[in-house]
């Protein structure tokens, strides 16, 4: 079983809709990252959280430690929001802090 | 400030050749990492460095070797290319590990034939 699992692996809305994408992992962990990738290839951080919620324009990141599980969503969605949504975590215990990495969600906006 | 600089953008191979991926950041970042992406996979952790001069395995090492000699550079080294080496490849850094905001070269695609 994956430490780090993503849901849905692929999502498809219209223009306007209200996105959710859920990360779950089993591990206990000090923080978790989400991320973008858009559809050239080029990955940008979007957030680091470890409780609570953050919120950037239209995207809202939220996190329950004592479920291990984070959401990101995205409200009035936009052709532009289409790209790969990747969720990592940080666990609790690595002095290294080396990142355990979802495989990703993928979302396309249709206008 | 350029960021995370990655040389070539593309590349092909064939099976048993060698070759370098220059990756260069210019944040005066202490942590760097390569991984290699495959369809459907999450990124996979090849080799990471936590200051120059310190380097260490990380979850797929097999295959590559890494240095870092300055602050700067992490180049990845392929010393016998092979099939499972095709993937798109990204160097990261950030200031101090996975607890600060992860920056990312524009990415590798390396076909092995």
């Known amino acids: 079983k994956n430490e780090v699992e993503q849901s849905p692996q692929n999502l498809t809305a219209q223009e306007g809709e209200f996105i959710t994408i859920n990360c779950s992992y089993s591990v206990g962990i000090s923080a978790l990252h989400w991320l973008q990738q858009h559809p050239g290839g080029g990955i940008v951080s979007l957030f680091m959280l470890s409780s609570g919620k953050k919120k950037h324009g239209r995207l809202i990141a939220t996190i329950n430690i004592q479920e291990k599980h984070s959401s990101l969503h995205i409200t009035a969605s936009h052709p532009r929001d289409s790209a790969v949504y990747i969720c990592?975590?940080?666990?609790?215990?690595?002095?290294?802090?080396?990142?355990?990495w979802g495989a990703g969600t993928k979302l396309i906006i249709k206008p | 400030n350029a960021g995370v600089t990655q040389t070539p953008k593309f590349q092909v191979l064939k099976t048993g050749q060698s070759m370098t991926l220059q990756c260069a950041q210019d944040m005066n970042h202490e942590y760097m990492s390569w991984y290699r992406q495959d369809p459907g996979m999450g990124l996979r952790l090849i080799h990471y460095?936590?200051?120059?001069?310190?380097?260490d395995q990380g979850e797929v090492p097999n295959g590559y070797n890494v240095s870092r000699s300055t602050t700067e550079d992490f180049p990845l080294r392929l010393l016998s290319a092979a099939p499972s080496q095709t993937s798109v490849y990204f160097c990261?850094?950030?200031?101090?590990?996975?607890?600060?905001?992860?920056?990312f070269g524009p990415g590798t695609r390396l076909t092995v034939t």
């Open positions: 990261a850094s950030n200031p101090a590990g996975g607890a600060y905001e992860q920056y």
């Open positions: 460095s936590v200051g120059a001069g310190i380097t």
């Open positions: 990592a975590v940080i666990p609790y215990m690595d002095s290294n802090y080396q990142l355990i």
